[in-house]
């Protein structure tokens, strides 16, 4: 531990399991208090529990835009002003276009663009305070390579995260001139949960093969990146930031 989040009030959403969870255990190892955002609150708790004083569970849905502006208050209510946030909620949900459940459409654009937008606008006037006081302000949100990449059955959740990409681009140029430092770390295959949920058998199985034909990432890797990146001085943003396995190229 060094510590070089001392002092900081960070948020994670889509805490309850895998980057996530990886994400919120580094910033509170490196010093921050964590907000954990996420659906299940059995997870969140033993996830606090876990962690220490350091950690402030609050169940809500990111797609939820009321429940998620009550989430903030809660959170700046208990741990005050937040100046970190890591927008990592997503859904990953594949078929062929032709036999999609659209229900799952929704489900991914709710969590993945919604979601990430409601939690942005929720603490944006927090990081923009925290910034004009001369002190570091990150929103970081957790794409994926597949915003760039053709993923054939994987069309929808690739236009999510095409989605997210360029909202950060756009988000930078607004709120950079003003000192809030908006990124996009997107990891490329990693070993977490993500994608268990799909309806379509055969998908869930090519996602099995795919993950097993080369040494995927673990969430631990992803939390990494991104404590690196928020803890560079305030001058300098890592604002895209692909991380992929070795043998993915």
Do not use: C
Not at 29 to 51: C, F, M, N, Q, S
Not at 130 to 159: Q, R
Not at 172 to 189: D, L, M, Q, S, T
């Amino acid at each position: 531990m060094t510590n070089t989040l001392s002092g900081r009030v960070a948020v994670v959403t889509g805490a309850t399991s895998g980057i996530g969870a990886a994400t919120a255990k580094r910033l509170a190892a490196e010093g921050a208090a964590v907000a954990l955002v996420g659906r299940r609150e059995d997870r969140l708790k033993d996830l606090a529990t876990e962690i220490g004083t350091n950690a402030l569970p609050v169940a809500a849905d990111v797609g939820d835009r009321d429940a998620v502006n009550a989430a903030a208050a809660t959170i700046r209510a208990t741990l005050g002003r937040v100046d970190l946030v890591v927008a990592n909620a997503g859904v990953m949900l594949a078929a062929p276009f032709e036999a999609a459940q659209t229900v799952e459409w929704d489900q991914m654009i709710n969590t993945n663009v919604n979601g990430l937008l409601y939690t942005g606008r929720a603490f944006i006037d927090d990081l923009l305070a925290t910034a004009a006081d001369g002190k570091p302000a990150d929103l970081v949100h957790v794409g994926s390579i597949g915003g760039h990449t053709v993923f054939p059955n994987y069309g929808v959740y690739t236009a999510t995260k095409a989605a997210v990409a360029h909202l950060t681009r756009n988000l930078r140029a607004e709120f950079g001139p003003r000192g809030v430092r908006v990124k996009n770390v997107e990891p490329g295959f990693v070993h977490t949960e993500l994608g268990d949920g799909m309806r379509d058998a055969g998908q869930r199985a090519t996602l099995i093969e795919w993950r097993d034909s080369l040494e995927v990432l673990v969430s631990e890797d992803i939390a990494d990146a991104i404590a690196y990146a928020v803890a560079t001085p305030t001058r300098m943003n890592v604002a895209e930031l692909i991380v992929v396995p070795t043998q993915q190229g």
